[in-house]
């Protein structure tokens, strides 16, 4: 076992107690759990990265190849790279529901499973069912044109009273409606820690 292995075992060993695969806030509190839990999945994938001393083309081998990285929410190995990726679903996820939280307090909480393979029809649901949001992270907007894409999505069900799509991108700081990106009805809200 070399170095960069044995540091990946070691901080193996202090992973926090899985989150369940569905996630539920109720509160700010609850949001801080959770974001907690992605905390620390960087916090062991950092102290990983430190440690590695083999070369610049075995690091971008073993962050696209290995499970020296942790999934946010459950801790279990991943490759660094999808680490990046789930990180910020669920950061935007978490952000997007603690708005919501402020936005409609009295839905019940809400349910949150972003990203691909979600178990949800949407990546945030209220308990209720008259709240939903798609989530995602991107250098810009129209990357890919996944907001075009979620818009679409939420265009097809104009049966639910609020549909909002929440994004993070570096030229939107900050908490806030984007008005001029909403379509029929649908909120557009970029999010920022």
Same mark, same amino acid.
């Given at each position: 076992?070399?170095?960069?292995?044995?540091?990946?075992? *070691?901080?193996?060993? *202090? #992973?926090?107690?899985?989150? !369940?695969?569905?996630?539920?806030?109720?509160?700010?509190?609850?949001?801080?759990?959770?974001?907690?839990?992605?905390?620390?999945?960087?916090?062991?994938?950092?102290?990983?990265?430190?440690?590695? @001393?083999?070369? +610049?083309?075995?690091?971008?081998? @073993?962050?696209?190849?290995?499970?020296?990285?942790? /999934?946010?929410?459950?801790?279990?190995?991943?490759?660094?790279? *999808?680490? &990046?990726?789930? &990180?910020?679903?669920? !950061? #935007?996820?978490?952000?997007?529901?603690?708005?919501?939280? &402020?936005?409609?307090?009295?839905?019940?909480?809400?349910?949150?499973?972003?990203?691909? /393979?979600?178990?949800?029809?949407?990546?945030?649901?209220?308990?209720?069912? +008259? !709240?939903?949001?798609?989530?995602?992270?991107?250098?810009?907007?129209?990357?890919?044109?996944?907001?075009?894409?979620?818009?679409?999505?939420?265009?097809? @069900?104009?049966?639910?009273?609020?549909?909002?799509?929440?994004?993070?991108?570096?030229?939107?700081?900050? &908490? @806030?409606?984007? *008005?001029?990106?909403?379509?029929?009805?649908?909120? #557009?809200?970029? !999010?920022?820690?």
């Amino acid at each position: 076992m070399n170095a960069d292995d044995a540091a990946v075992t *070691e901080t193996s060993a *202090e #992973v926090p107690e899985p989150i !369940v695969s569905s996630m539920w806030v109720n509160s700010i509190e609850d949001t801080n759990r959770l974001l907690a839990y992605v905390e620390d999945a960087a916090a062991r994938a950092h102290d990983w990265l430190r440690t590695h @001393r083999k070369g +610049s083309l075995d690091l971008f081998r @073993r962050l696209k190849f290995d499970s020296v990285g942790f /999934h946010p929410a459950t801790g279990a190995p991943l490759n660094l790279i *999808e680490q &990046t990726n789930q &990180t910020w679903s669920l !950061v #935007v996820a978490i952000a997007a529901a603690r708005q919501l939280l &402020t936005l409609h307090p009295l839905v019940g909480g809400f349910h949150l499973a972003p990203g691909a /393979h979600a178990s949800l029809p949407f990546d945030i649901v209220s308990d209720d069912g +008259s !709240v939903v949001a798609e989530t995602f992270a991107a250098v810009t907007p129209a990357n890919n044109g996944k907001l075009r894409k979620d818009l679409e999505k939420l265009l097809t @069900r104009p049966d639910i009273p609020h549909r909002y799509v929440f994004f993070m991108a570096p030229k939107y700081p900050g &908490t @806030r409606r984007c *008005e001029k990106l909403e379509r029929d009805g649908v909120q #557009v809200w970029c !999010v920022d820690l």
